[in-house]
């Protein structure tokens, strides 16, 4: 199997999971799922309960709300792995009050050095109006700055658009 990575990036309900779902559902399984997402309230649980469900059979998904990298490294040699999604990362780790430069640009190496075919999720959140609120300010500039990063080390990015990809690299 190639090493390559694939960036898809897009708005709320942009159809970027699934997307990335059927792109790496082309590859032969067993398909590894590396999660972000905390539930920490009844909506989020029934979000990820969504997901869960959609993906079925041939699955193997692995929790990492903080250590994508590790959870990476813990995947076979040429396994197709999907990681959804890196802004739920980013907030993680923005509450957890790390060093998130120092987090997103070691993700940024592992994900420069992919070990198969590997898909990555994330959202655009710098196309509205600026946010009224520092934290919200400080979220939407790091993950532009992540997206950024992870689009630099990506040998394809697709940016998706109501259901639909658009290739942008």
Known sequence: MPETLTFLLGGARSGKSAHAERLITQIPAPWTYIATAQAYDDEM??????????????????????????????????????????TLWLTNHMLADHDVEAECAALADVLSRPRGPWFVVSNEVGLGIVPDNALARRFRDDAGRLNQKVAAV????????????????
């Open 154 to 169: 990506a040998d394809a990015v697709l940016y998706m658009v109501a259901g639909l990809p658009m290739k942008v690299k």
């Open 45 to 86: 649980r029934e979000r990820i309960s969504i997901h869960r469900d959609r993906r079925g059979e041939g699955w193997q998904t692995l929790d990492a709300p903080l250590d994508i990298a590790g959870a990476l490294g813990s995947v076979p040699e040429g396994a197709p792995v999907l990681v959804d999604c890196l």
